[in-house]
């Protein structure tokens, strides 16, 4: 996790009292390691930098198109792939396409949705909202001490605009399937001893993190499981089409002998 921060966002999921998995709070953490400042950047958090991508990704086919005129579409193009983030630094007066943007967002909002949908499987309703959202929430001033909470705001508060109308499994894969198209999400799925001789437990585990994958399908998932779990309670009890997705990729971890049991205990102290 330590090496990796720099290129993905990996979420730990815990399992609820009920042994399921709690989408809202999937998202809560997501939002809250995005909307986190980074060290350094004055006050600008991740979710900043992969909105001015998405924004960017987003003009980058309509500037192509002529549908955007651009006085030099080469440079113009080139600018976007290159340096979105200084294409779309929304806190800067001489970022002309960013204040351009800001100040034609509505009329340009539908076709930027448009866009996006393209790439990640169709517009929703709740990808539309998400977008909206997250748009003003870069175009906030970065001085606004509470814009992070306003978003947080918005997901868990009832009658949020992004509660209202919408289910959490909607607002999570809406926000997973557009922020996957700039960012690597790894949820990883620990501590499933409690599942032990669980079959009803097992099978909604699987069926929930089958069906965020298959909706979002650029998330990676970690699922981590001992043997005896594995076998008493996935193996035998799911259909074999499941274990088939849970098996892409299997990692076993051999057990330590004295050696790098001594090595492990000096490294940890």
């Known amino acids: ?14 399992l609820s009292a009920d042994s399921r998995i709690n989408e809202k709070d999937i998202l809560v953490r997501l939002l809250d390691q995005f909307a986190s400042v980074l060290p350094g950047k004055r006050n600008l958090t991740r979710l900043d930098f992969s909105v001015r991508r998405i924004l960017a990704n987003a003009l980058i086919p309509l500037v192509e198109s002529g549908e955007v005129p651009s006085p030099n579409r080469t440079e113009s193009l080139r600018s976007l792939r290159e340096s979105p983030e200084q294409v779309f630094d929304f806190h800067k007066d001489s970022a002309a396409v960013a204040q351009w943007v800001r100040n034609q967002f509505l009329a340009l909002s539908p076709r ?7 790439s990640c499987g169709g517009v929703t309703g709740d990808l539309s909202q998400w977008f909206s959202a997250l748009a003003r ?9 509470d814009r992070n909470q306003d978003l947080l705001n918005e997901i868990i508060r009832e009658g949020g605009q992004l509660q209202t109308g919408m289910s959490d499994h909607g607002a999570l894969i809406s926000f997973l399937k557009l922020i996957t198209t700039t960012d690597n999400v790894v949820l990883v799925v620990d501590e499933m001893d ?20 298959q909706a979002a399908p650029r998330i990676k998932v970690i699922f981590s499981v001992n043997d005896d779990v594995w076998e008493s309670t996935f193996a035998r009890r799911i259909p074999l089409g499941m274990q088939d997705r849970f098996e892409d990729l299997v990692i076993r971890l051999q057990p330590l002998d004295e050696g790098r049991v001594i090595e492990l205990l000096r490294i940890r102290h």
């Open 1 to 14: 996790r330590e090496e990796m921060q720099g290129v993905c966002v990996m979420v730990p999921i815990d």
């Open 112 to 118: 930027f949705v448009s866009v996006i949908g393209h």
């Open 137 to 145: 929430f870069a175009m906030a001033p970065i001085e606004k001490r």
């Open 194 to 213: 409690g599942l032990f001789c669980d079959s009803e437990a097992a099978i909604r585990v699987a069926n929930t993190l089958i069906g965020l994958r």
